[in-house]
């Protein structure tokens, strides 16, 4: 459990109240596939905003647009008001957008705690020349990066494995080393991909609190989840992809009472809550 | 300290005595030239597996690198009369431009195209020295490289070039450890095992590809520049591509991804040829077959096979 020292962790920046990623008339074609197609979403810095929909909907090809994976034909990405379309990678995560993946990428040969101070690149910036010679400089910095990915491992409750290599975790932990790497420098938002597919209840318990937490320390989550019974309970809003369009928007209540959003749900032979 | 640190300087500090032990027994020439040639190696191997080991990119164009720096070494000092230490500069800034011009188109795609160009590469810089025969003297060689002066004083002997060669093996190791580990080092091993997750943790994974193979280039033109003045003549066949393969299963034999590892895979193979001389021409055969032998039986090589053996051994007496 987070106790209360651990509570300020994540995010000691005042919360702000306004969307902070926008995108707009977002569409990607591949081939003969209209897997986006003019989509629109706001994520406000201080919710969490859920993007469901059935497989296909292009829910992953969002979040990868947006991530920088790839460039999609149209549309536009902007972050605290800054364009992200067409910056590198690396480059959006220093500006305070970091991932997770839905097919899990811990890096298995190296710890835990090593996995996670990967993730301080995007809050460091000792290159090749300071690191070759170690100057004073790095030792600082390296320190610090330690300091707050130790801060991280408490808080994900995976201290006792710290010096285990990561593939060599539980399933479960291993999602979480996922998410302590991408929270651990300090991001504005974190694009969250199917965090709790494939666990059991309990870990999925466990996850949904720790978003929940992110939340309250004033991270932006935006959650592609299939997983909707946690989606319902944890969301402040809800968007519903469908075939790569917005059906839906609102609030987990609103899109829950919506007829066209339980139609192809129910219509498309998946059981509501259930699909997976 | 942290323990992996202390383990580092143990280590270390058994090399560097070793090295500085070596010598009170080892005076004859021909043993010395042995031990010299393997510090050269050690330098080039130690910087080829921070591109091989870390960045899991493998390159067949190293001992085009290293050819690069000794001709250029060779041809300004002894043809221009420039001077041998800021030659040595020279060449391995011209060096890292080359792998500079290399890596950035190759490196930026997915896959192994680094192989394919640092080989072609490799055969291009054989075909220059052939060919250029005014400049490079051809096939026979170049000759007339003046040696190294330190304060004064002209390198010559064999004795005097293995303080050299191997005070920037050690100083060549120290700087590969610092890399290792350091925000630089767990970004290279991250992007070895997933760029995505490497490139969304904020790792710039294409210019980290690019500068690693930069430095390893230079880690070989500094070697070849050595050996330029060290020989005094230097013959094109040995910076060929059968080189290269000898580079790359030296790095393989002893462990990718620990720094030890081409250490001992240097220190293992450089005298092999020496000892099979009459197999000579058997040479590369022989060197193809350990680099077969060693990926489908110890894919993790003697370095790290050891290290598990004596991992396993250690947690079965804790039991």
Redesign the interface.
Known sequence: MAGKSTARVISEQPQVTHSVLEVRELSVRFGGLQALNGVHLAADGRHITSVIGPNGAGKTTAVNCI???FRPDSGSVRFNGAELLGL???RI??MGL??T?QNL??????NVL?NV????????G???M?????FPR?RK??RR?RERSEEMLDFFELTSQAYKPAGQLSYGDRKKV?LA??LV?RPRMVLLDEPVAGLNMAETETIGRLIGEIRRQGIGVVLVEHDMALVMRISDKVVVLCEGRVLAEGTPHEIQNNSEVIRIYLGGGEEFGLSA | MSREGKRFLLGFLLLASAVAALPVWIRNPYYLNVLNVVGLHVLIVVGLNLLIGFAGHISLGHAGFFGVGAYLSGILTGTYGWCPWLTMGFAACLTASLALGIGIPTLRLKGNYLVMATLGFNIIVTVFLLQLDNLTGGPSGYTGIPPLTVFGRSLISDFEFYWLIWGTALVSLV?AR??CH??????L??LH??P???????????RYKV??FI?SAVYASVAGSLYAHYYGIITPKTFDIFKSVELVTMCILGGMGTLWGGLFGAVFLTPLPQLLHFFDEYKDIIFGGILLVILIFLPQGLVGWLENRLHALFQNNRR
Not at chain 1, 117 to 124: D, I, K, L, P, Q
Not at chain 2, 196 to 206: I, K, S
């Open positions: 991530s920088g994976m590198p990678r690396h995560a220093r970091t991932r993946f990428q811990v890096f298995g040969h190296m090593e101070m990967v993730g301080m690149h995007a809050a460091s000792s290159e090749f300071v690191s070759l010679f170690r790095l910095e390296e990066i996922e790497r991408a420098s | 700087l610092n890399l350091s925000r630089v080092g767990r970004g091993r991250a095992e997933s995505d997750a490497a490139a969304a943790a904020g790792v710039p994974v294409e500068k690693v430095l």
